[in-house]
C-alpha cells in the first residue's frame, strides 16, 4: 500500500483513519520494476486531495453511543499569488 507514494507495510495500511481522498488506485501484480516490484498481488495507491488556489473547506462531525465525538475537517487557503496551503485535523 502506497500513501502518496511513501510504501506502507499492508498491516500498518489498515490502521490508518484517511481523510482528503483524491483517488485511489489499483495496480495489478506482479509490476516488474514498476511501483509494487516483488509484489505478488500487486500495489494499492491512495493520493491526497492537492491545495488549490480557491478558498473553503468543511467540518463534519459524530456523535453515537458511549461517549463517540468525532470532528473532522479540512480548509484551504491561498498563503500567495503562488502558494497555496491545505490543512487537515481529526
Known amino acids: 500500500m502506497y500513501i502518496d507514494d511513501v510504501y506502507h507495510g499492508s498491516l500498518l495500511g489498515a490502521q490508518f483513519d484517511l481523510m482528503d481522498v483524491e483517488r485511489v488506485e489499483v495496480l495489478?501484480?506482479?509490476q516488474g520494476t514498476l511501483t509494487g516490484r516483488?509484489?505478488?498481488g500487486g500495489a494499492i495507491k491512495m493520493y491526497?486531495?492537492?491545495p488549490s488556489e480557491e478558498a473553503g473547506g468543511y467540518v463534519e462531525g459524530k456523535l453515537g453511543s458511549r461517549d463517540l465525538v468525532q470532528v473532522r475537517g479540512a480548509v484551504n487557503f491561498p498563503v500567495?499569488?503562488?502558494l497555496f496551503a491545505r490543512v487537515t485535523g481529526s
Do not use: L
Open 28 to 30: 495489478r501484480g506482479p
Open 38 to 40: 516483488n509484489s505478488i
Open 48 to 50: 491526497s486531495v492537492q
Open 80 to 82: 500567495s499569488d503562488n
